[in-house]
């Protein structure tokens, strides 16, 4: 049968995508780049790569948008959701993934389906109008061939930002006569974060450290623009050199057993693979040399002797603006047989990207079946996701799933038709609950 669809890039959102068209009866034709060539972040050859963290963040599907938006995924079929279910490592209630099984158990299950043809091989021209329906995944790291091919199309309309990656340490190699086992405020399994702490002293010489250390050139790279939930570790200390005192290095919720003195400074280290030998220090993405990490980082305590698996690098995200180029099925508006999905299109994170692949893919199985699809509910956490795609307000720029893009819930009549606002954990509930709700209604009416 010859494929009805093709997908550009084999990412999250790429190799969702594809399995929600062959899940649907749809063949798909997948081109990827990898194993032929890579891209500066991307080291293994499998799909569906995490380069910048193992977490998909938290699993809290009562309380935080991230964990709604894994629920309703895992409610849709996901085979990203699937996979992670299935590779998780402890990791407190975020659900964080051994990183190469996760990456190897999607590509399995892809090169494995019947209606699914991977072609290794890199795409450097536009698709022409006539082409077939296509899915342009290619994430934040598209070649430069194919982005200047995007450009032209779509008039240059792009913006771009940077993202980093953090560094991993073998667990064996850490101190424990000063680290310790203990998740924040005791929530989860204790072994899910080691901790090692600073007193005072010791955290301002090591931002010192980092304020003066020599940082990686970016080359033919133009100005950054970081995104805001992925900042250097560098970068948000020379926001104030106490900046990272309210971020990654917060000692809240933490008691040394080593010492009665309360920590000054934490930093904490996250399970990296199933067999939990690795470590990712949490946070602590960097554009430092390479040379300048291994020396600042040994001045943590309890990581003096720290021998590291990877160490930490940045690159470029690429993404159109979605909101004037896409419609609400993804569709280029000035081409429709071309769609965009995942970080390309715009949106942040791995379960966002994700995410619009899985939409991308129930939107492409109508077109192609000449059915108009149902845009899901803006109150859902996939819904919410795609009305921030088409969010012409103000200076667009990527998201992450929160409830700020969700609509608005004030408060609720009580039983007595008194109206009563609803604030804090109970509200962030309230949206869950709307959300499922919602969720279940809208997947009823396009499975009927």
């Given at each position: 049968?010859?494929?009805?669809?093709?997908?550009?890039?084999?990412?999250?959102?790429?190799?969702?995508?594809?399995?929600?068209?062959?899940?649907?009866?749809?063949?798909?034709?997948?081109?990827?780049?990898?194993?032929?060539?890579?891209?500066?972040?991307?080291?293994?050859?499998?799909?569906?790569?995490?380069?910048?963290?193992?977490?998909?963040?938290?699993?809290?599907?009562?309380?935080?948008?991230?964990?709604?938006?894994?629920?309703?995924?895992?409610?849709?079929?996901?085979?990203?959701?699937?996979?992670?279910?299935?590779?998780?490592?402890?990791?407190?209630?975020?659900?964080?993934?051994?990183?190469?099984?996760?990456?190897?158990?999607?590509?399995?299950?892809?090169?494995?389906?019947?209606?699914?043809?991977?072609?290794?091989?890199?795409?450097?021209?536009?698709?022409?109008?006539?082409?077939?329906?296509?899915?342009?995944?290619t994430g934040p790291l598209t070649s430069a061939d194919f982005i200047d091919a995007i450009l032209r199309q779509v008039d240059r309309q792009s913006l771009?930002?940077?993202?980093?990656?953090?560094?991993?340490?073998?667990?064996?190699?850490?101190?424990?006569?000063?680290?310790?086992?203990?998740?924040?405020?005791?929530?989860?399994?204790?072994?899910?974060?080691?901790?090692?702490?600073?007193?005072?002293?010791?955290?301002?010489?090591?931002?010192?450290?980092?304020?003066?250390?020599?940082?990686?050139?970016?080359?033919?790279?133009?100005?950054?623009?970081?995104?805001?939930?992925?900042?250097?570790?560098?970068?948000?200390?020379?926001?104030?050199?106490?900046?990272?005192?309210?971020?990654?290095?917060?000692?809240?919720?933490?008691?040394?057993?080593?010492?009665?003195?309360?920590?000054?400074?934490?930093?904490?280290?996250?399970?990296?693979?199933?067999?939990?030998?690795?470590?990712?220090?949490?946070?602590?993405?960097?554009?430092?040399?390479?040379?300048?990490?291994?020396?600042?980082?040994?001045?943590?305590?309890?990581?003096?002797?720290?021998?590291?698996?990877?160490?930490?690098?940045?690159?470029?995200?690429?993404?159109?603006?979605?909101?004037?180029?896409?419609?609400?099925?993804?569709?280029?508006?000035?081409?429709?047989?071309?769609?965009?999905?995942?970080?390309?299109?715009?949106?942040e994170g791995y379960v966002e990207s994700a995410n619009v692949g899985m939409l991308a893919g129930y939107y492409a199985s109508c077109l192609v079946n000449?059915?108009?699809?149902?845009?899901?509910?803006?109150?859902?956490?996939?819904?919410?996701?795609?009305?921030?795609?088409?969010?012409?307000?103000?200076?667009?720029?990527?998201?992450?799933?929160?409830?700020?893009?969700?609509?608005?819930?004030?408060?609720?009549?009580?039983?007595?038709?008194?109206?009563?606002?609803?604030?804090?954990?109970?509200?962030?509930?309230?949206?869950?609950?709307?959300?499922?709700?919602?969720?279940?209604?809208?997947?009823?009416?396009?499975?009927?």
């Open positions: 049968m010859p494929a009805q669809v093709h997908i550009i890039g084999a990412g999250l959102a790429g190799s969702e995508a594809a399995w929600q068209l062959a899940s649907r009866g749809v063949a798909v034709k997948i081109f990827d780049m990898k194993p032929q060539r890579f891209s500066p972040a991307h080291k293994n050859a499998d799909f569906a790569e995490l380069v910048c963290s193992n977490s998909l963040r938290s699993d809290d599907a009562a309380h935080n948008a991230v964990g709604l938006m894994h629920e309703e995924m895992r409610r849709f079929g996901s085979l990203i959701m699937r996979c992670a279910d299935a590779c998780k490592v402890p990791a407190g209630g975020a659900l964080a993934v051994d990183r190469n099984g996760f990456a190897r158990m999607v590509t399995e299950q892809l090169r494995q389906h019947p209606l699914i043809e991977i072609v290794a091989r890199e795409i450097t021209e536009f698709p022409s109008a006539e082409a077939p329906l296509t899915i342009i995944a771009s930002f940077y993202d980093a990656i953090a560094p991993v340490v073998y667990k064996d190699s850490i101190d424990f006569t000063k680290a310790w086992y203990q998740s924040r405020y005791d929530k989860g399994d204790k072994f899910d974060y080691i901790n090692c702490p600073l007193n005072k002293e010791q955290y301002y010489h090591f931002v010192e450290a980092l304020l003066a250390a020599e940082k990686m050139p970016f080359h033919d790279f133009e100005e950054p623009h970081y995104f805001d939930g992925c900042l250097p570790i560098e970068v948000m200390a020379e926001r104030g050199v106490d900046t990272l005192m309210f971020g990654p290095m917060k000692p809240v919720g933490l008691t040394n057993p080593h010492m009665s003195e309360k920590p000054y400074a934490v930093v904490q280290l996250r399970q990296d693979n199933k067999e939990d030998t690795l470590r990712n220090i949490v946070g602590f993405q960097t554009k430092l040399k390479y040379g300048e990490q291994e020396r600042i980082f040994r001045m943590i305590p309890g990581l003096e002797q720290a021998v590291f698996a990877r160490l930490g690098g940045i690159h470029k995200n690429t993404f159109i603006r979605s909101p004037w180029l896409l419609n609400e099925y993804l569709q280029l508006k000035t081409q429709k047989n071309i769609m965009f999905a995942g970080q390309i299109s715009g949106c000449d059915k108009t699809p149902i845009v899901p509910p803006a109150t859902t956490a996939t819904g919410a996701m795609l009305r921030h795609l088409q969010d012409t307000t103000g200076d667009y720029q990527p998201m992450n799933i929160n409830f700020g893009i969700f609509p608005t819930i004030q408060g609720e009549i009580t039983a007595n038709g008194k109206f009563r606002k609803i604030k804090g954990a109970d509200r962030k509930e309230a949206y869950c609950k709307r959300a499922l709700a919602d969720f279940a209604q809208w997947l009823e009416s396009i499975n009927d």
